[in-house]
């Protein structure tokens, strides 16, 4: 199957600091991204869907200028979450859309997530 | 809007059956169900995409009702390793291949030996 990596698996910062994960398809080309947040024992909320070669789109009430999506490559989107604070600590997971699936079936395939704290 | 999952937990003994609803108050184009354990990714289980349609793994099924707006997950004779939070992922409309999904609350699932 498709398999999407995630980089890093945890990160501790600072309040202030930016942090940037990255989300991988190591496997297959991906025209589509998507990043969700999740806190604990809560459901996966969409932030934003990432289109290769173009504008992230954000959900309702999700900062862009605060969480920078860029997919540069078919294979790579990074989240960067700028002058982090403490209550931007969450697990944050991306998925992604392989490009040669027909037919409309779009399985997401999800990344194992990034643990973010921020102190 | 989220769609509503029901029960939001459920605890069974090993082999016996479980149900988890999934509804919505929006038309629905598909349903996605997953299953995530502590500290991990959601694992793919099974798409539905026409209304009537009903798909299995294993002893996983689901069905999706396309008029009633809601789809079921069926748990039958539960192994150890069904343990975890199902999720349902609901699209609305299909506007292109690729849509976003728009996920239940989720419903945790504990079987015991």
């Known amino acids: 199957g498709a398999v999407v990596s995630q980089h890093p698996s945890w990160v501790i910062c600072k309040s202030g600091t930016s942090v940037k994960i990255e989300c991988r398809s190591l496997?297959?080309?991906?025209?589509?991204m998507f990043w969700y947040r999740q806190f604990p024992k809560q459901s996966l909320m969409l932030m934003a869907t990432?289109?290769?070669?173009?504008?992230?789109?954000?959900e309702q009430g999700v900062e862009k200028d605060k969480f920078l999506i860029n997919h540069a490559s078919l294979t790579l989107s990074t989240l960067t979450v700028t002058s982090a604070h403490p209550e931007d600590s969450s697990f944050y997971i991306c998925?992604?859309?392989?490009?040669?699936?027909?037919?409309?079936?779009?399985?997401?395939?999800f990344g194992p997530g990034t643990r973010l704290t921020v102190l | 809007q989220q769609p509503v999952q029901s029960p939001q937990a459920v605890i069974l003994r090993e082999g016996e059956d479980a149900v988890i609803n999934c509804s919505s108050s929006?038309?629905?184009?598909?349903v996605h169900w997953y299953r995530q354990k502590h500290g991990e990714a959601p694992v793919f289980l099974m798409i539905?995409?026409?209304?009537?349609e009903q798909k299995g793994h294993d002893k996983i099924s689901a069905s999706f009702n396309e008029k009633k707006q809601q789809s079921s997950l069926y748990l039958t004779a539960s192994q150890l390793s069904y343990s975890g939070t199902y999720f349902c992922?609901?699209?609305?409309?299909?506007?292109?291949?690729?849509?976003?999904?728009?996920f239940g609350g989720g419903t945790r699932v504990l079987v015991k030996p």
């Open positions: 539905l995409l026409k209304g009537g």
């Open positions: 496997d297959f080309q991906a025209t589509t």
């Open positions: 929006k038309a629905l184009y598909s």
């Open positions: 998925s992604a859309i392989p490009g040669w699936l027909a037919g409309g079936k779009d399985e997401q395939f």
């Open positions: 990432s289109n290769e070669g173009s504008k992230a789109t954000y």
């Open positions: 992922g609901t699209e609305s409309r299909r506007v292109a291949a690729g849509n976003k999904l728009t």
